[in-house]
């Protein structure tokens, strides 16, 4: 695929805009209002952070505001490119960041680098991390040029940040990686016992077209399924728990591919364990290699 055939952006509802990246397969979202504009997420560095602000000024020249779904690095590595306009996120998303996402950008610029990829790994190191000051906890109803949009925290599920971005006029929704399209739902930070009871209350908001954090544009069927899946990942972890079988025994009972089925009963074990839900970041760059 060209960069022109997946970077346009989309009209996925009334003045609401999706942009399909090649990198990470990323979405990113755009709703316009009269004379303001949220973008939703902000890609991977400050470079692609650039890019796609270039992107949004082909569409309107109105100021924005931004809110990160969460803080995997490439959703909100872009933030401080957006500056100085507000940008939201949930609470734990910003502690998050401060804590862990200077170890999120030298295991990526490392693995940048081990796949012959140093400008990529140059660009992660010169980008200022920026976490949001604009909080959410549980709903936070915005107006963006007239539009009101809401930002909700519906639980853990992904992450114990993921915000899902209703704007309710146009029937769309942002998902974050709460739902993921073209690759299984990722699980390495996830909460795989709350994740369907999240999706399930995602499942009320969603009437229209659903972005999900990456891959095409879905709708409430697809999440419906993918619910379905997550859920039976939750109970293969929980009956395996409970019984006292090691995560391989129950393998073949979760409908991902090996390793993703591995990493979701993982964190579900470590739910039903009562772990702290993230190793440090120094035992993350240990583990890793990186020292
Ligand atoms: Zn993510």
């Known amino acids: 695929m060209t960069a022109t055939a997946t970077e346009q952006w989309r009209e996925v509802g009334d003045r609401v805009f999706a942009r399909r990246h090649r990198a990470f397969d990323l979405n990113v979202g755009l709703v316009l209002g009269q004379g303001a504009c949220l973008v939703v997420d902000t890609h991977g560095s400050e470079a692609q952070g650039r890019e796609l602000a270039a992107a949004v000024r082909r569409v309107t020249a109105d100021p924005w505001v931004v809110v990160d779904t969460h803080a995997h690095f490439d959703h909100c590595f872009g933030n401080a490119v957006f500056r100085p306009a507000k940008v939201w996120g949930h609470r734990r998303c910003a502690e998050n960041m401060l804590a862990y996402a200077e170890a999120q950008r030298r295991l990526m610029a490392a693995a940048y680098r081990k796949h012959g990829r140093p400008a ?8 200022r991390i920026d976490p949001p000051e604009e909080l959410v ?5 915005l107006t963006v040029g007239g539009r009101p ?3 909700r925290y519906l639980g853990r599920g992904h992450t114990d940040n993921d915000l899902v971005v209703a704007v309710a006029d146009a029937a769309v929704l942002f998902a974050g990686d ?3 399209q073209g690759a299984p739902p990722a699980f390495e930070d996830a909460f795989p016992l709350d994740w369907p009871a999240t999706l399930d209350a995602m499942l009320e908001l969603a009437e229209g077209p659903v972005v999900p954090g990456h891959g095409d544009v879905v709708d409430r069927d697809y999440v419906l399924a993918q619910r ?3 859920g039976r990942a939750a109970d293969a972890g929980r009956s395996a728990y ?5 995560v391989e025994a129950v393998l073949a009972e979760v409908p991902f591919p090996a390793p993703v089925a591995r990493s979701a009963l993982e964190r579900a074990f470590r739910q039903l364990r009562g772990d702290p839900p993230y190793d440090p970041p120094e035992k993350l760059l240990r583990r890793a290699g990186i020292g």
């Open 120 to 127: 990529a790994a140059d660009d992660l190191e010169a980008t």
């Open 137 to 141: 906890d549980d709903v936070v109803p």
């Open 149 to 151: 949009v809401q930002l």
């Open 178 to 180: 709460l739902v993921e």
């Open 228 to 230: 379905a899946d997550i």
């Open 242 to 246: 409970a019984e006292g079988r090691p």
